[in-house]
């Protein structure tokens, strides 16, 4: 999956995805993982936003347009995106509703995105692995892995 995001930062080595200025890549997530034990801990995400988000099968696309990316995540119960290039701080409002200071960069074909709200921080690594789009999100000890498989064309 050959995702240019910068001149010097593949987001993966592969040739399946979007280069700048053609078609996006498109993600879905047939099976979740205890997505509300993740947001459980310090959050400050309800218990019934909780149970939506765990429940929710969220579609991902991401594409490239010169040195900005857009990351679309679409659900059943909310639809968010961010527009940013890669290394400046920028400001998110994330699907359960937190504001945070977003800062995304790219290392080794991984995307890491951190995000700091309220004294708070999370982590989340987007990579492709085997074909496939494998999420990680990490607060403190916690940690989450959501993979996506490739909509096809």
Request: with cysteine; proline share 3%.
């Amino acid at each position: 999956m050959a995702h240019v995001v910068h001149s010097a930062c593949h987001f993966s080595a592969n040739r399946e995805g979007p280069e700048p200025g053609n078609d996006a890549c498109h993600w879905k997530l047939p099976v979740g993982c205890r997505f509300s034990y993740f947001t459980a801990p310090g959050f400050g995400v309800g218990f019934a936003t909780r149970k939506a988000g765990a429940m929710a099968k969220p579609n991902v696309i991401i594409s490239v347009n010169g040195d900005k990316i857009l990351l679309k995540t679409e659900s059943t119960l909310k639809t968010t995106d961010m527009t940013f290039k890669l290394g400046e701080e920028f400001d998110e409002t994330t699907a359960d509703n937190r504001n945070t200071k977003t800062l995304i960069t790219c290392d080794s074909g991984v995307l890491n995105q951190v995000q700091k709200w309220d004294g708070k921080e999370t982590t989340i690594q987007r990579e492709i692995k085997n074909g496939q789009l494998v999420v990680t999100c990490t607060m403190g000890n916690v940690k989450c892995v959501r993979t996506y498989e490739k909509v096809k064309a």
